[in-house]
């Protein structure tokens, strides 16, 4: 088992839970671990429309940060919005949503304030 060949099987079983997931409930294939003969995946099930873990603590630690979760900030011919917090991650512990690709991004603190910080008016 290599690297490839785990990213192609996770691959195929979004696929399959996409087409025949469980009702009312969301099925994400998360990270892998492999050796030579087997692959073991985490699963993350939960209600359809239920907040992750990072879209819950953006709640809190934009609040503690001083951050605005709903501002929308130009850059780099990109808009972005706080998209989530990782709270293990130190360096770069804020998830930033391309609005226009819908690709993540992290960022750190300081980019986070410069970016998001709420206006002192």
Known sequence: MDRSTAKLMREKL?????????DGYQIEIGNATFD??????????????AASVEERDLQRYADFYGLDPNK????????????GYKSRARKNPWIVLDMLSQKQYVIGDDTAKRWFGKDAS
Not at 74 to 83: E, N
């Open 14 to 22: 979004n696929a399959i839970f996409a087409e025949h997931g469980i």
């Open 72 to 83: 929308i900030v130009a850059q780099q011919g990109k808009q972005f919005t706080l998209h």
């Open 36 to 49: 030579t003969a087997r692959v073991t995946f985490k699963v993350e099930v939960r209600e359809n429309g």
